[in-house]
């Protein structure tokens, strides 16, 4: 069992570039979560989705953040026009279909760098 | 506006020592304290939960203190180890099961020295 996988784990762009970060959940997990995590403050829930569901967004940014986890594939997190203020790490947890408690898996992260 | 605070921010121990990291609240919905361990580079895993209706409870030498009365809880570390070197994140959550609801502390770094 592989874990929670995120790739890339390091990604630098240029102020008005995209980002498109990846999370594939752990086997057998069809919940997924994006977190992002500033530096030197805790993780803000961003975004949770099922398969080819947004269930809630409520924590994403109103503009240039959009996720998605379709049917086939990993989720997406893809943040467009980036600016400084993006830099953070960005993690994705995924929890089983009826886990009834809080028990998330997170992958190791994906750190973003806005030149 | 920080819902849960977390203090200290960081802490150096000797090995063997017994670091304590604390964790106050305002929400008394809350009713799910999880505390996180996160490694650098890696993810936070789950370390040790606790939900108001118990004071203590104990994990190996990972032990939660609870106080619902003073809205605060707190996370002890027996016997510390340089491999507990780590960052500790408490939280809570006023809706048991529902992942999105995790209120994050700002994060305790650790460091145990040899």
């Known amino acids: 069992n592989a874990g929670v996988m995120q790739n890339p784990r390091h990604l630098v762009r240029r102020r008005g570039q995209e980002a498109r970060l990846r999370c594939s959940p752990m086997?057998?997990?069809?919940?997924v979560y994006w977190y992002r995590q500033l530096p030197e403050e805790g993780l803000k829930f961003m975004v949770y989705?099922?398969?080819?569901?947004?269930?809630?967004e409520s924590g994403m940014p109103k503009e240039r953040f959009s996720a998605e986890f379709p049917k086939e594939g990993p989720s997406i997190l893809r943040i467009q026009q980036v600016v400084r203020g993006d830099s953070a790490a960005y993690f994705c947890?995924?929890?089983?279909?009826?886990?009834?408690?809080?028990?998330?898996?997170f992958g190791a992260g994906s750190r973003l760098t806005v030149l | 506006q920080q819902q849960v605070k977390q203090s200290p921010q960081s802490l150096i121990v000797q090995k063997g020592g017994i670091p304590i990291i604390n964790c106050a609240y305002e929400?008394?919905?809350?009713?799910?304290f999880p505390w996180y361990q996160q490694f650098p580079g890696k993810g936070p895993a789950l370390l040790i939960a606790?939900?108001?209706d118990v004071s203590e409870k104990k994990e190996g030498r990972f032990t939660i203190s609870f106080n619902k009365s003073a809205k605060q809880f707190s996370l002890h570390i027996m016997d510390s180890q340089p491999g507990d070197s780590a960052t500790y994140f408490c939280?809570?959550?006023?809706?048991?099961?529902?992942?999105?609801?995790?209120?994050w502390g700002l994060g305790t770094s650790l460091a145990v020295n040899p």
């Open positions: 947890a995924s929890s089983p279909r009826l886990s009834g408690a809080n028990v998330l898996t």
């Open positions: 086997k057998g997990h069809s919940h």
């Open positions: 989705l099922q398969k080819e569901n947004i269930i809630d």
């Open positions: 929400n008394t919905a809350f009713d799910y």
């Open positions: 606790i939900r108001p």
């Open positions: 939280a809570a959550s006023s809706d048991a099961g529902n992942n999105r609801k995790l209120i």
